[in-house]
Structure formats: C-alpha cells, structure tokens
C-alpha cells in the first residue's frame, strides 16, 4: 500500500453512535479518495479531498457522512448515527507520482450492531 | 446499467489452467486498471493500461479502446492466484469507478 495508513482496522458500533475513520496518506501526498464496499458489493467511490478543500463529494450520502482533510493531520469521514447499512469495508486510496498507480489502505470494517 | 462490467463473477479452475476476466465499459476513457483484492481484503493494483497489452510475470492484460473491452489472463493459475479481480476506469476527478470484481478460486 507503499505507505497508506487507515486506523482502526475493525470498528463496532451500536446503532445511534458515531464512527470516525481516519486515512494518512503517502508522506508528502495531499490528497485522498474514500470508497465503500458495502458487503457482497463493489467498490464505490465516495470522495475525494485536498488538505482542507473537498473537491468532489458526489458520492457521499447526503445525510450523516462527512468528510474533512485539515491542514495537519489524517483525513477523516464521520458517520454520525450509524445505521445497519452502514456495515461495510471503507477504503482511502492516492495516487502515486506518475498517476498510474492508486495505493489502496489496508481498509476500517465498521460493524453496525 | 454499470459503467463497468465484468465476467465471469465466480470462477473456479484447476490448478494450472489458463484463466480468463473479461471488463466492459461504456465511458470514454484515458486508462484502465485491473486490481486484486486479496482474500484479506487488502487492495493491489496490478495494471494500467491505455492500449495494447502489458504483462507481469503469469498476469497478461489487454485492451481494445474502439471496442471499449478489456482482459485479463493468467497463465498457469497457482492456489495462489484466488482473489477478486477488479476492473475499474478512471473518472474526471482522478476516482475510480469499480466493475464488481470477478471471485477466482483455483483450486488444487
């Protein structure tokens, strides 16, 4: 994943709490995607930042999800009152330096109890 | 309908059989990547591909742009090739847009 951290790796939550799910990205890269997998699913794409701009968030649910990537710091995207549905394996990926290569992180799988 | 197709969805082979996954697409585009998610769920890109053919080892991929079709090969399928195999193309904003991957199981 040449470097694409994401923490936790594994996240409970009760119906109702809120889930934080963080991504750092390759050392000196300042963007980052975040896609979905939603069980038996495939990937979708969610959205995709700059530090401290959201430059495309058309596949972001509109209610409960948000996404920040500050100045200093991880990347973040909030779901607020997790649902069931929200189960799934959520990844954050860049690109690398020729744009040829998206380096995957190694995944949070949130479950929704 | 998808933007990205792919199949088969499941396949399963013996051990050392030629192995193809075949992607779809229906958006104009600059490149194509295949990738593999490990039953761990890790995610790897194996290719890009904006014409022709690129090989890595036993992974053969190819593309035709004016059919808008792209394959997969492997050759000599190993135990240790059972993944999913994903296509994907790129979109405006530098995302990937996903086909539903393709579930390898060769077995032994």
């Known amino acids: 994943n040449a470097g694409v951290m994401q923490n936790p790796r594994h996240l409970v939550r009760r119906r109702g709490q809120e889930a934080r799910l963080r991504c750092s990205p390759m050392?000196?890269?300042?963007?980052v995607y975040w896609y979905r997998q939603l069980p038996e699913e495939g990937l979708k794409f969610m959205v995709y930042?700059?530090?401290?701009?959201?430059?495309?968030e058309s596949g972001m649910p509109k209610e409960r999800f948000s996404a920040e990537f500050p100045k200093e710091g991880p990347s973040i995207l909030r779901i607020q009152q997790v649902v069931r549905g929200d189960s799934a394996a959520y990844f954050c990926?860049?690109?690398?330096?020729?744009?040829?290569?998206?380096?995957f992180g190694p995944g949070t799988r949130l479950l929704v109890l | 309908k998808n933007e990205v197709e792919q199949s088969p969805q499941n396949l399963t082979a013996q051990e050392g059989e030629f192995i193809t996954i075949n992607c779809s697409y229906s958006?104009?585009?600059?490149?194509l990547h295949w990738l593999q998610q490990h039953p761990g769920g890790g995610i790897v890109s194996l290719f890009m591909?904006?014409?022709g053919k690129k090989k890595h080892g036993r992974l053969i991929a190819t593309i035709n742009i004016q059919e808008k079709h792209s394959s997969l090969h492997i050759t000599a399928s190993h135990p240790r090739d059972s993944a999913v195999y994903i296509c994907?193309?790129?979109?405006?904003?530098?995302?990937?847009?996903f086909g539903k991957g393709t579930k390898l199981s060769v077995k032994p």
């Open positions: 591909l904006s014409s």
């Open positions: 994907a193309v790129r979109g405006s904003q530098g995302n990937l847009i």
């Open positions: 958006v104009g585009i600059s490149a």
């Open positions: 930042l700059q530090k401290e701009n959201i430059i495309d």
């Open positions: 050392k000196g890269h300042s963007h």
């Open positions: 990926a860049t690109w690398g330096e020729a744009q040829e290569t998206q380096y």
